[in-house]
């Protein structure tokens, strides 16, 4: 995923979806964080269900929020949506690996960002936590107006507006096996090329 300038005027979530649903120790998580304070504010320390992560000054940096796919709940419910959603999107190379990895996925953890990601080192701070929660398992990455990510991290399904500009790490798959390169959101070319599944020329 890129980084981006947070509007304050709406929620914006970044998910990590993965198949260890084991609890991830509440120090080791709070050690990744330091200095930053992290708050249980639903559930018990090592059995939390969201979290509370701030700036010393308690300006607050996000709400990370731990769902379990089980039936009924509200993981099961938000994975077949994303299952429902990625089968129309492109690449279609990549929409179809989604729609074979999304139902392993056993723990969607939302990270819902505030207004203290835009401050001082907010942002670094809760890349440093969600990395540590990706690295627990298996996992894969969404961002909200901008799609899914493989396992390494590199974007691979296109959900960008018109608008998307910028250099982005992307990866499509050739032969059974992921290509990773870096690409200009906002060249037509290279964008036609990403949709098709292929490697964009010049990248």
């Known amino acids: ?74 993981g099961a419910d938000e994975l077949q949506e994303f299952i429902n959603e990625v089968e129309h999107l492109k690449p279609k190379s990549a929409a179809t690996w989604l729609t074979e990895f999304l139902p392993t996925v056993k723990v969607i953890y939302a990270f819902q960002l505030l207004s203290g990601t835009d401050h001082k080192n907010g ?31 590199f974007h691979i399904l296109w959900q960008f507006s018109d608008s998307a500009h910028g250099q982005w790490n992307m990866g499509v798959l050739r032969d059974g096996r992921w290509v990773h390169f870096e690409m200009d959101l906002g060249n037509r070319e290279h964008r036609e090329a990403f949709l098709r599944g292929e490697l964009p020329r010049g990248c």
């Open 1 to 74: 995923m890129g980084g981006f300038t947070l509007g304050l005027c709406m929620s914006y979530y970044i998910r990590v979806l993965g198949k260890n649903p084991d609890n991830i120790s509440l120090s080791h998580l709070r050690e990744r964080a330091h200095p930053a304070p992290l708050k249980v504010s639903e559930g018990k320390d090592e059995d939390w269900e969201e979290l509370v992560l701030t700036h010393e000054s308690g300006q607050e940096i996000a709400f990370v929020e731990k769902n379990l796919v089980l039936k009924g709940q509200l």
């Open 123 to 153: 942002w670094d701070i809760l890349e440093a936590l969600r990395t540590l929660i990706s690295s627990h398992a298996p996992s894969i990455q969404q961002a909200d107006g901008e799609g899914f990510s493989n396992e390494e991290g």
